[in-house]
């Protein structure tokens, strides 16, 4: 019924690193190409954590937009927005809220994990507890099918599923259609009346099929059925509803867990990233003061690879002629770290040319990105409106 969106989002929280591009970034590429895709900056959800320090966020949402394009991501493939932007999305976070179970929230594993994780900060808020609802609203406004995600972000995903089930479940009733059932029910004539209406009650309260079966031969042999009476028996046995609202599944990101400069997964909060757009000479210093295998304290002692967090970057960058040589140049003590370190360096600094050449047209000249951005928005706004229009009028606040 609806094509098959895509949606994600990202906290604008600081600079993107090489993490963010081989984690997140290449998968939007690829399905940038396939599906219309909305990418937005998830800035209210930012604030769900920092919302003491709103200055961090309103510097990074930029530059965060600029990372995305310096990666690859195609304005004129994607539509890439600002949440904020989009107000609707809070008035159906609003709107769902009212028949949000606390105890869904509560449960969401994230919630626990990270009030225990960032003590520092006071998380015991009323936004951070409505944070996967918050999501839920992004995802379901957009009718999405998918949203790629990481593996921590698929309990949100199961919960917003949750939301529209039972959103659909509430309000997803055409009006006066259990009205409207009975009398074709009425139609079916004397005894088949009967039968029909016991066999539903059996099968809705028990779960009997066989009522179930038999409910929809009699409607099948009734003769002078208009088509609309048809479809409202067949759908009043089941239980029927409008869809409203859609279910959404989550696309895992596999996770390709980038090595950071320390042999743990890359990530801001273990200071052992790369930037995406850092300056070259940044890059090289970074390398060249990385960890090796401890073991070769001088150039002489040999060492393994297996034992090195710049070997796993090799096999990350690295084509199988140049992991064949440090094998054996490792193993052999025929090569020096910093030997080694060398076609790394070269290739790291080769990927992310093309992404500075692109990041530059935006540096020079910031009014392309923002018309950029508000070209986004205005899409994404009217997909967002023509949902709550729908979601009003399901819930009967589209007085006129
Ligand atoms: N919670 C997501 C994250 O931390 C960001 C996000 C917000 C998001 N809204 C979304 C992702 C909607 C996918 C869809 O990564
Ligand atoms: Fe690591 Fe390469 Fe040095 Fe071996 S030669 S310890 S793989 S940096």
Known sequence: MFSERVISGMRPTGSLHLGHYHGVLKNWLRLQSEYPCFFFVADWHALTTHYDRPELIEES?????????????????????????????????????????????ERVPTYKDQIE????KDLQTYGFLGYPLLQAADILIYRAQHVPVGEDQVPHVEMTREVARRFNHLYGKEIGFEEKALEAAKKLGGKRTKLYLEARVAFQEQGDEEALAQAQAIVHEAQSLSMGDRERLFGYLEGARKLILVEPQALLTESSRMPGLDGQKMSKSYGNTIGLRES?????????????????????DPGHPKNCPVWELHAVYSDQETKQWVQAGCI?????????????????????????????????????????????????????????????????????
């Open 61 to 105: 949402v930029w530059e965060m937009v600029i990372d995305w394009l310096a990666a690859g991501v195609d304005p004129t493939q994607a539509t890439l927005f600002i949440q904020s932007k989009v107000p609707e999305h809070a008035e159906l976070f609003l709107l769902l809220s009212m028949g949000t179970p606390l105890g869904w929230l």
């Open 117 to 120: 994780k960032l003590k520092e």
């Open 280 to 300: 070259a000479e940044s890059i090289t210093k970074k390398v060249k003061t990385m960890p090796t295998d401890p073991a070769r304290i001088r150039r002489t």
């Open 332 to 400: 052999s003590a025929g090569i020096g770290c910093l030997d080694c370190k060398e076609p790394l360096i070269k290739s790291i600094l080769k990927e992310q040319q093309p992404m500075l050449e692109r990041a530059q047209k935006y540096i020079d000249d910031p009014s392309l990105l923002r018309a950029l951005i508000a070209d986004g928005c205005d899409k994404a706004r009217k997909t967002a409106q023509e949902t709550m229009r729908d979601v009003r009028e399901a819930m009967g606040l589209d007085y006129s």
